[in-house]
Structure formats: C-alpha cells, structure tokens
C-alpha cells in the first residue's frame, strides 16, 4: 500500500504564492508517475500539474506559467504556485501511481491513470 501525505495549503491574498508538498510512503517499487489534481465545489476534478520518471511535466492551460511541479527522489512531490488567483480556489489532491513491471508512462493529467490519492488540502485565495 502507498501513503500519500499532503501539506501545504492555506489562505492567501490574490497575486500571493503558496507551496504545496506531497511525500509518499509504502511500497513505491518501480516506475511511476505523480500529479496533482484540484476540485472545486460543486465542478469535476481537474488535472493541474504532472511529472514522470524522467522529468516530463504537463500544465492545465489555466495555470501554465504560474504554477511548477516538482519532484525530489520519486517520494516528494512539489506544487509552487505562484501570481494565486480567486479561480484557483478549489482543493489540491496529490496523486501517484507505481508500476512494477518498470515500464514507463508517461505523464498525465487524466485522474483515471492514478491509483493512490492524498486525502485533499484546501486552497482559499481572496479577492
């Protein structure tokens, strides 16, 4: 089993960054991919940043530019998020998934390629 543990999240000011961390644990053999995801009430989730093994990343158009995902020895995941807008309001899920046959996949915003979730920091950023 894999453990995805989030930290974080907060309120800011409009125009203000934040930094959103993810570390996994458990049985993280193989190959893999990590993302982050967001969701907001009352809409579907949404793929906001991805990366893979081989340092691949993928931006939603709504945030390219602003927001960077990055990961430290396949077990901590990064999100800056920097020039924060009210849109970005929503919550942040760490998202992860490990092969073990060691193929490589590659990075994706679509939920549906991930296993393992985090259980989900709010984000708030004001007017």
């Known amino acids: 089993q894999v453990q995805l543990v989030e930290s974080g999240g907060g309120s800011v000011q409009s125009g203000g960054s934040l930094r959103l961390s993810c570390k996994a644990s458990?049985?993280?053999?193989?190959?893999?991919?990590m993302a982050w995801f967001r969701q907001r009430q009352g809409q579907e989730r949404e793929g906001v940043a991805a990366?893979?093994?081989?340092?691949?990343k993928g931006y939603a158009g709504s945030v390219q530019g602003r927001f960077a995902i990055s990961l430290d020895n396949a077990k901590s995941l990064y999100l800056q998020m920097n020039n924060l807008k009210p849109d970005d309001t929503a919550t942040y899920f760490c998202?992860?998934?490990?092969?073990?046959?060691?193929?490589?996949?590659?990075?994706?915003?679509?939920?549906?390629?991930?296993?393992?979730w985090g259980q989900g920091n709010r984000v708030t950023v004001a007017s």
């Open positions: 998202a992860a998934s490990y092969y073990f046959n060691g193929y490589y996949y590659p990075q994706s915003l679509h939920s549906a390629d991930y296993r393992y």
């Open positions: 458990g049985y993280t053999s193989g190959s893999y991919r």
């Open positions: 990366i893979d093994e081989r340092g691949t």
